[in-house]
């Protein structure tokens, strides 16, 4: 008698409809609505976003979704056929393609602004360049040399340096994956003084991630110190044992 694997039973929906749905590959997965599909991990599945549609991985190993998003969730539409993979293989191709492009361009345009990554939904027909820059940036001549190469509808979305680290991933100084782009829904508000509850060092290059501002990991545990050294204190505490004395 065969045995079904954890893989391909159904994915247990804890929040209405929702699932994870990994669009982008090594990014954190999008919340979708399934509908009345019934999905198990690694189903190949259309999603409807508001950039287009996209191909997406369905994945059972990421973090269950407990409550609606704040964001808009995506929509899945149905079970992606073989056409639909292979081009979803080209767009990727060459939004990969685009994004070397698109840094070379901004180098020699003088443009202050850092490319993050392109993505090309399954109609081909446009692609999203997403960046990020301190201040206000003329990319006209970019978007016009991006339309004329590559014959589709531009479209530019700046992202704040927080976000951009998310959609380009990396390791924090702790030697594990960032925390937005694994397992935070949102940004938390993040001070000096919880760092300094913590009695973690000042200096910024200790306390500040890859995007340059306070590590979000700051605002995790912050809470129970004054708990942890409440009970270190009272433990620490000296005994009176002059009652027991004769």
Known sequence: MGCCSLADSPIPILCEDFVRVVI????????????????????????ETGDGEFVGRV?????????????QP????????????????????????MEGYVRRRTQELRLEMRPVRVEIPLSGEKAVVF????????????????????????????????????????????G??????????????????MAKRQNISLNPAKISGLCGRLMCCLAHEVEQYPELRKR???????????RNKP
């Open 74 to 97: 995506g929509r899945i539409l149905r079970f992606a056929v073989e056409d639909e993979i292979r081009r979803t293989v080209e767009n990727r191709v060459q939004g990969q393609e």
């Open 24 to 47: 982008v590959p090594d990014l954190q997965p999008a919340v979708c609505r399934s509908g009345s599909l019934v999905v198990r991990h690694d189903d190949e599945v259309v999603v």
């Open 176 to 193: 594990r994956s960032l925390c937005c782009a694994t397992f935070m829904n949102r940004f938390h508000s993040v001070t000096v003084r």
């Open 232 to 242: 270190k204190a009272a433990g620490s505490r000296p005994v009176d044992d002059s």
């Open 59 to 71: 994945s059972r190993f990421t973090a269950p979704v407990l409550r609606p998003p704040r964001d």
């Open 131 to 174: 960046f990020s820059a301190e201040q206000r940036v003329d990319f006209r001549p970019l978007v016009r040399d991006l339309g004329r190469r590559y014959r589709k509808e531009i479209e530019m979305r700046a992202l704040g340096v927080r976000d951009g680290a998310r959609q380009t991933g990396g390791l924090g100084p702790c």
